[in-house]
């Protein structure tokens, strides 16, 4: 894939303080975002956090009642050809008809553009080049998943909305799709990615937007949201009733080391390497032999669940 040239610095997508209401429900609630070239971002939320909305938005689908959305410094309503000529949509299961084949369906959507990808290229890369020839309703729910990823790149796109896109696909198909993935950024193509797989976001995404009742609740590098705040957990095996007042006095402010049971120890804070060299510095100082050393990290998934809350939307 060649890269498509922005010629600007401006960024691909940028919503600012977008507004948009069905009746009584604020769907999306003042919500801002900005996104580059060669950046992969993640719109994380529960359902019916907005995500869609705003995804709908930004290629046009619908207009906002306040705020502004621009896609190439473009207003995706107002100059849809123009914006829809240059980015992937992908699809759930819509836009197909049932009895043509996969195949002939990338080579259509391709023949609309003026300097397509290689249909074929893209079947191979996609797994699909012996579902070329089967219609589209005779396709498994993991292929009908892959032709729509292929149908939203084959026209080079700069900027690609991806829903979901490794919903239902099995570990195989998933890392083909995260590789596809990671070459378009490699590429310079922009992605919105909207998922509910925590460690699919952690993989792929630059940056994580999480949203929450239509506004942002958090976001930054994956790495940047599990420590932020993250209290974590460093536990270790060692001969029980260790008077720990050596150990609380090596370790920085606001570690307390504690014996969460006979022989089992915990400190908790934010572990860093340091903070592993000065309990293991301790233990050797003590002339114990520290065992089942262990390190726990936040993980995505509970600062997520931290922020939305626990229980199941509707
Ligand atoms: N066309 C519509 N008419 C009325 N209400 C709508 C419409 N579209 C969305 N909503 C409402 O707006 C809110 C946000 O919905 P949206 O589909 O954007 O959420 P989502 O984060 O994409 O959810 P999910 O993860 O379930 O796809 C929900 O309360 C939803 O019911």
Redesign the pocket.
């Known amino acids: 894939m060649s890269s498509p040239a922005s010629g600007t610095a401006q960024p691909v997508l940028r919503l600012d303080g977008v507004v948009k209401s069905?009746?009584d429900?604020t769907?999306?609630d003042g919500l801002s975002l900005s996104l580059d070239r060669g950046q992969v971002l993640a719109l994380l939320?529960?359902?019916?956090?907005?995500?869609?909305?705003?995804?709908?938005m930004c290629e046009g689908f619908t207009a906002p009642d306040r705020g502004t959305v621009r896609v190439f410094g473009l207003d995706p309503v107002a100059d849809s050809g123009q914006v829809r000529a240059r980015i992937g949509v992908m699809l759930q299961g819509g836009g197909a008809y049932p009895g043509s084949k996969a195949g002939e369906m990338l080579r259509l959507v391709a023949s609309y553009s003026a300097d397509p990808l290689d249909p074929d290229w893209l079947l191979r890369t996609l797994g699909l080049t012996d579902a070329a020839r089967t219609p589209y309703r005779r396709l498994s729910g993991g292929q009908q998943q892959r032709l729509a990823l292929a149908c939203a790149l084959v026209s080079r796109p700069e900027l690609v909305f991806l829903d979901e896109p490794t919903a239902g696909l099995d570990a195989q198909a998933r890392l083909m799709v995260w590789e596809l993935i990671d070459a378009l950024r490699r590429d310079g193509v922009a992605v919105l990615l909207?998922t509910?797989l925590m460690d699919e976001a952690e993989a792929l995404a630059d940056r994580l937007v999480i949203?929450d009742h239509?506004r942002i609740v958090a976001e930054g590098t994956p790495s940047e949201l599990t420590r932020h705040g993250a209290d974590g957990h460093l536990r270790f095996t060692a001969p029980e009733r260790l008077d720990l007042g050596g150990l609380h006095a090596a370790l920085p402010a606001g570690y307390t080391p504690r014996e969460v049971s006979p022989g089992s120890y915990v400190v908790e804070g934010t572990i860093e390497p340091a903070t592993l060299v000065a309990v293991t510095t301790w233990c050797a100082e003590m002339d114990v032999l520290a065992t089942e050393l262990q390190v726990d990290q936040r993980r995505l998934e509970d600062v997520f669940l931290d922020l939305t809350g626990r229980e199941v939307?509707g």
């Open positions: 069905f009746g429900v769907a999306v939320g529960p359902n019916g956090a907005g995500k869609t909305t705003t995804v709908e909207t509910h949203v239509g939307r």
